[in-house]
């Protein structure tokens, strides 16, 4: 008889959703990831080639959900990869550096690149990097966010201050776009 292989059994019963965490590069997307499911901040990091994932469950009031979350590469070079990993998405984060407003600006080439794919996706605007100084104030970010109907939130990787609630976020709105 062969040993039964032993692996940690997932609840199917638990929702799974995927999101997807977008934004140009640098901008702090996988420093989010890390500092949410691991803990942690790394100071220096390699860039994302191509596309990473994590999952997480989160507990929301009528129950936990997993949430399948995809980590794109902000570089130009990688977005005819980006595009096949937006299908199946139910809601994207945008994020921006606050403290680069060429990363803010672009958020709107995102958002259409992410809407060609997947049109009825939920979208929400993140502010990353507050511990730094910013060059232009949130104002921008949250009109961008009004206008695509999207929440806004403002985070740091670093101090961690706002990750929690950006996840939770995510995870309510894949929750209520599932229907």
Known sequence: MLPQATHNKIDSRIPLFKVVIDGD????????IRKF???KFETSRVATIGVDFQTHTEQLPEGPVRLSIWDMAGQERFQFLRVDFYRGSRVAALVYDVS??????NLVSWHIEICKVVPEAKFMIV??????ERVEGSEAARDFAKLIESPYLETSALT???????????????KTNSH
């Open 37 to 39: 499911t691991k803990g």
């Open 100 to 105: 680069d407003v060429k990363s803010l600006n």
């Open 127 to 132: 502010g990353n990097k507050v511990d730094l």
């Open 160 to 174: 961690g201050q706002g990750v929690a609630d950006m996840f939770h976020t995510l995870a309510v709105l894949a």
């Open 25 to 32: 590069g640098n901008v702090g997307k996988t420093s989010l």
